[in-house]
């Protein structure tokens, strides 16, 4: 979905909106009072790239950008959604549900050799290459203070990850080829982590939302940490939809411990995101 489409579908749905929903009864942001939020959006991210992999546990490999030597794209959009639903007493307890992926692909002349699961691709070889992330977020928090206007709560959750790249051309050893490969490497598992958020509602309409998650374990295939933030503001232009506009962070830093990945990832998105907002 590119950022122009989900702006015009923002203008033609603010444009059709009948005006008695904006004269609806709500002192603030619904967002804050409504049970259901519903967030559908678009993400500029601006990439990095670092990862590493071997075909024996010695040690790693030297890290390899994939963006600067292998002409991965360092700026993509993609898409970024979000749920979450409010319950129990006073409906201070919530379960969030947020998704977005991203696949990076490019090609490059190595301008030097590069060493990948024991093969080396050497300089001056033609190669194409790819990143691939999916994040699931599962999260479960409780409201330490609420009210009309503030929302702050801290919880737990999981980020279900899904991690994969490859390199592809002419592997040659000692200046012989072996032919055209594709080396690929993948990951996949559950990290918990702990979470907090604050919202706030400054005026009828206004939201400003912020909220961090972070972990650092070893678990599973993973050993590192990750953070995953963002801060934003909304504006609701009809009873139950509005428009958001925000900044999303999100870094994992690991080692990668399997039988068919012996290496390591340091990958970062950050940048705006536009959205359409739902509350019920």
Same mark, same amino acid.
């Given at each position: ?9 923002i ?46 546990d ?11 030597? =292998?002409? /991965? &794209?360092? @700026? !993509?959009?993609?898409? *970024? ?5 409010? #319950?129990?007493?006073? +409906?201070? $307890? ?17 301008e ?9 691709f ?19 928090g ?40 594709? =080396?690929? /490497? &993948?990951? @996949? !598992?559950?990290?918990? *982590? ?5 919202? #706030?509602?400054?005026? +009828?309409? $206004? ?51 399997k ?19 739902f509350?019920?």
């Amino acid at each position: 979905m590119k950022i122009r489409h989900l702006v015009a579908t923002i203008t033609l749905l603010a444009s059709s909106m009948p005006l008695t929903l904006l004269a609806d009864d709500y002192e603030y942001h619904p967002a804050l009072s409504d049970n259901f939020s519903v967030y559908l959006g678009a993400m500029k991210s601006s990439n990095s790239f670092n990862l590493s992999a071997s075909g024996t546990d010695d040690e790693f490999d030297r890290d390899i950008d994939f963006d600067d030597n =292998l002409g /991965v &794209s360092n @700026s !993509s959009t993609f898409f *970024n959604g979000q749920l979450r639903w409010k #319950f129990g007493s006073e +409906r201070k $307890w919530s379960v969030w549900g947020q998704y977005f992926s991203n696949n990076a692909t490019g090609n490059a002349t190595l301008e030097e050799d590069v060493e990948w699961e024991d093969d080396v691709f050497e300089a001056g070889t033609f190669v194409e290459a790819g990143v691939k992330l999916a994040v699931a977020r599962v999260f479960v928090g409780r409201s330490f203070v609420k009210n009309q206007q503030h929302d702050f709560g801290v919880g737990i959750g999981i980020h279900n990850l899904d991690l994969s790249a490859y390199i592809e051309g002419e592997v040659r050893i000692n200046g012989e080829t072996s032919g055209v490969q594709k =080396l690929e /490497v &993948s990951a @996949s !598992s559950p990290l918990p *982590n702990i979470g907090a958020w604050y919202n #706030f509602s400054p005026a +009828r309409n $206004w939201l400003l939302h912020g909220r961090v998650d972070w972990i650092s374990a070893s678990i599973g295939d993973y050993s590192g940490g990750l953070w995953n933030a963002s801060a934003g503001v909304s504006y609701q232009f009809a009873r139950h939809v509005g428009v958001d506009l925000s900044y999303q962070y999100f870094n994992l830093n690991v080692d990668v411990d399997k039988n068919d990945w012996f290496g390591s990832a340091d990958m970062t998105y950050s940048g705006p995101v536009v959205a359409v907002t739902f509350a019920w």
